[in-house]
């Protein structure tokens, strides 16, 4: 192992991104997890950081602990290990707060243990998805968003088949966080068992349109793409004053509203960055006037990728299909 403490960070992540539940994620600059780990003489963990005293600091429980004994498993490697987890990101907000931990602890490890790369991108899915499972399911949206930046399209989780983008620059993002802590589990539970033909294939359409947008930098088509008639109508009921940030959003100038992954985070998209931050300020604004405390930034997709000393000669584009 590498010496001393070795840390990575993951980045906050856009999963559904409008059309595309459980499909399509976009990892974005700004909030991170950071995830550090030293080889010690017995397994310990400790959070620190954002609502550090909600989330379970017992090394088996908690997300970044499973991935990495998901990883040790995955390697032979069996050293103990002393980890600490700083949250930058709030649980149950829809930035991937889960999937950031995990995808920091994952990084972590690889950095200690190089040798651990034998593994490959799919391994590393494979075992990080372990501490998604634990609370969220087995999604692999956020966390290939955090592991490979850029956008990322879910095609099949078993086998797992999954396809990466680089974003361009030219489409900004008004994000805005409410302090309403909306739980992935909860919120799936209120999601339709069955979808009219014709939800389907708007769905269908404007996800594939968006994917498209997104590579050539169209905010303003992506911002028409955004339109979901699956998951948000029924979520967007439990998110006071969602009705009140979409009006303010694309009244101030963006081209498309939605919210990341299951709430309570919203997003806009927007063609410069004087219509991300007026659109940032008003659905901040709109909030506030239903009583609700947000906090609003803007940003643009990171297109870095993680996981790039396992992708060898790999650019930009990405594809993986496991069997």
Not at 71 to 90: C, D, H, W
Not at 296 to 307: D, E, H, M, R, Y
Request: proline residues 5%; contains cysteine; charged residues 20%.
């Amino acid at each position: 192992m590498v010496s001393g403490w070795v840390t990575a960070r993951a980045l906050a992540t856009i999963a559904n991104v409008g059309p595309g539940f459980d499909v399509f994620c976009l990892a974005i600059r700004g909030p991170s997890d950071a995830v550090s780990i030293r080889e010690a003489d017995e397994d310990s963990l400790r959070v620190e950081g954002v609502e550090a005293s909600s989330i379970s600091s017992k090394f088996t429980e908690n997300t970044a602990g499973i991935v990495l004994n998901a990883l040790r498993r995955a390697t032979g490697i069996e050293t103990p290990l002393e980890v600490r987890v700083n949250k930058g990101l709030p649980a149950g907000r829809g930035l991937g707060s889960s999937a950031a931990s995990c995808a920091a602890a994952s990084l972590a490890f690889l950095k200690a243990y190089p040798e651990s790369s034998h593994l490959g991108p799919a391994g590393v899915l494979q075992a990080a998805v372990e501490g998604e499972a634990a609370v969220a399911g087995r999604h692999y949206d956020n966390l290939a968003g955090a592991l490979l930046g850029g956008f990322v399209s879910i095609a099949s989780s078993d086998p797992l088949v999954l396809a990466r983008e680089p974003v361009s620059p030219r489409i900004r993002f008004a994000v805005v966080v409410p302090e309403l802590v909306l739980r992935t589990a909860d919120m799936r539970r209120v999601l339709p068992e069955m979808v009219p033909l014709k939800d389907a294939v708007s769905n269908v359409g404007k996800a594939a349109t968006l994917a498209l947008a997104l590579s050539r930098g169209d905010a303003a088509l992506a911002g028409r793409c955004l339109e979901d008639r699956f998951a948000e109508p029924k979520r967007a009921s439990f998110l006071t004053g969602y009705a009140e940030a979409r009006k303010a959003a694309l009244d101030a100038g963006a081209t498309g509203f939605a919210i990341s992954g299951s709430g309570s985070t919203v997003f806009a998209t927007a063609a410069s960055d004087k219509d991300a931050e007026q659109s940032a300020n008003a659905m901040r604004d709109a909030f506030l006037a239903r009583g609700v405390n947000a906090n609003a930034f803007t940003t643009t997709v990171s297109n870095s990728i993680p996981l790039r000393s396992l992708l060898g000669n790999r650019g930009p584009r990405f594809s993986l299909v496991t069997e």
